[in-house]
């Protein structure tokens, strides 16, 4: 018998949960890369060893020991993706989600073929609640026959959590005309919960268990335990900017407070919160604060930074943050990145935490990007890059120039990728594939507005008073008359909405 759902919420997210359990040291050493020491079987079993004892320690939750003897084993054995994919999966229960990014990635790229190591990569940003950014790596893998079904369910919650509800009704539509699998069931349960509906969440449930073993229903069981974010708290409040909000349904992300209006869900950056949080319910007021405080102590610190880059570029008074590509400076163009291998040699003048910070990643940059390979290609708009280096990045190719890191969207990379490694080529067109299908309201825009600004690549929402774009200052709303005539570059159903706006702005002048 199924229990209810509230106490399924107490699920923990456990990678024994999960369906893609952490490899054995048997199969480990089995499925290793082989060794650099072609002679030492010595070498061979020590690693295996190691493996078994770091399998050992994390079972029994001892897991500093397990990672160092994993670390060990990585010494011996620096291409044994298995072991990357076991220190991978014991800092994603430490929730050291970069380190884990990173292993994960690493053994990614010793075996490309492994779509467990995939999925746990967009897992991390999923329990990060990088929704958005799990959401494309999630649908990049929906077609594997093992992992398919569940990364399937995963988009559709992602969609829920993002608040996207017409796009995940016509996930679930879809869903229910096919094939009835695990998904069909969870993701029906979801959608019951999401509109408070517990006794047919429940009825979903129970069938689920009635046709499938634990094994397979716990991961889908365990990835709802962040749909309770979205069952309750509600607040009235005026931003900083003059915007109210009246009743509406709050959660934390991330990158700000989401919260529910007639138009949909919009992202209020906590710094556009009120000062006084007394207006928010105990819990969502003492997430704010959690959040705020990382926020201020990396963008809007105690310490302004002024500092000239090796290029010879000045940086005064500068807002600052932490990236793992670099140094993410606010200029007046909005953020850069500037690399760490670009920054003065002298950084007397940083914050102590800040150097520490520094020359813990300096060592990992190049690690980080494509390898010891350099790009020369040709963008679709016809800019050249002549030996850069280069990094995967959700929205597009990462590569280094001389103004610090850029970004350039799959869809602006040259169509003849043959000059770039094939593991690269790989990776795009299956990003490609992925970026395809977003709903609209994912896609980032560009365009010129009537008075000359620019907004590159930006993230956007309706608004009753214009179109509001995430700039790195905020949210900015773009009057309607202010955007450019030719519209033809905005998704359709956007350009259809905008024309009525600006239909409504010009009988209201008459």
Not at 96 to 117: G, H, M, Q, T
Not at 280 to 305: M, Y
Not at 334 to 354: E, H, M, N, R, Y
Request: glycine content about 4%; charged content about 25%; overall charge negative.
């Amino acid at each position: 018998m199924v229990k209810s759902y509230l106490p399924s919420l107490g699920l923990i997210l456990a990678l024994d949960a999960m369906g893609i359990g952490m490899v054995n040291a048997q199969e480990a050493a089995t499925n290793a890369s082989p060794l650099l020491d072609n002679d030492s079987s010595h070498v061979a079993d020590t690693v295996r060893d190691l493996m078994k004892q770091c399998s050992d320690d994390v079972d029994a939750g001892r897991l500093n020991e397990a990672l160092t003897a994993v670390d060990a084993a990585l010494q011996l054995d620096s291409r044994n993706a298995a072991a990357y994919e076991l220190r991978g999966s014991i800092y994603m229960q430490k929730e050291l989600w970069n380190r884990a990014e990173n292993d994960y990635s690493k053994a990614l790229e010793i075996d490309p073929s492994a779509v467990a190591f995939k999925y746990r990569v967009a897992e991390i940003k999923y329990l990060q609640k990088a929704y958005d950014a799990a959401r494309i790596r999630f649908a990049a893998i929906q077609s594997d026959p093992n992992l398919g079904d569940l990364a399937t369910y995963k988009v559709f919650l992602c969609d829920l959590l993002t608040g996207r509800e017409e796009v995940a009704e016509k996930e679930l539509k879809q869903i229910n005309r096919s094939e009835k699998k695990p998904s069909y069931y969870f993701c029906n349960a979801a959608w019951a919960l999401y509109h408070q509906k517990s006794k047919e969440a429940n009825e979903c449930f129970r069938t689920a268990a009635s046709l499938y073993s634990d094994s397979i229903n716990n991961p889908y069981f365990a990835s709802l335990k962040v749909l309770s974010s979205l069952t309750a708290p509600v607040a009235s409040f005026v931003t900083k900017a003059g915007v109210s909000y009246t009743q509406a349904k709050v959660f934390v992300e991330n990158n700000g407070l989401h919260a529910s209006t007639a138009n949909g869900w919009m992202t209020v950056p906590f710094d556009q919160l009120p000062d006084d949080l007394t207006c928010f319910p105990v819990e969502i007021r003492n997430q704010i604060i959690d959040k705020r405080q990382p926020t201020s102590a990396g963008v809007e610190g105690q310490e302004i930074l002024s500092f000239t880059a090796r290029n010879g570029k000045e940086y005064q008074k500068v807002k600052w943050a932490i990236d793992d590509a670099g140094l993410r400076v606010l200029t007046s163009e909005g953020w850069k990145v500037i690399a760490f291998d670009q920054l003065p040699d002298d950084l007397s003048s940083f914050p102590d935490d800040l150097r520490e910070q520094i020359a813990a990643r300096q060592p990992t940059v190049f690690d980080k990007t494509g390898g010891s390979r350099l790009l020369t290609f040709t963008t679709q708009k016809g800019v050249h890059y002549v030996q850069v280096k280069w990094a995967m990045d959700d929205l597009g190719l990462r590569i280094l120039t001389s103004d610090g890191w850029s970004v350039i969207p799959f869809a602006q990379l040259p169509d003849d990728l043959s000059a770039f490694p094939p593991d690269l080529r790989e990776q795009i067109t299956e990003r490609r594939k992925s970026a395809s299908t977003l709903p609209e309201d994912m896609q980032l825009l560009t365009f010129t507005t009537s008075k000359g600004t620019v907004y590159d690549h930006v993230r956007w929402a309706m608004d009753d008073a214009g179109l509001r774009v995430l700039t790195s200052d905020g949210w900015a709303v773009v009057p309607f008359d202010q955007l450019p005539d030719d519209l033809s570059a905005f998704p359709q159903n956007l350009r259809l909405r905008l024309s009525e706006k600006r239909a409504e702005v010009h009988s209201s002048q008459k």
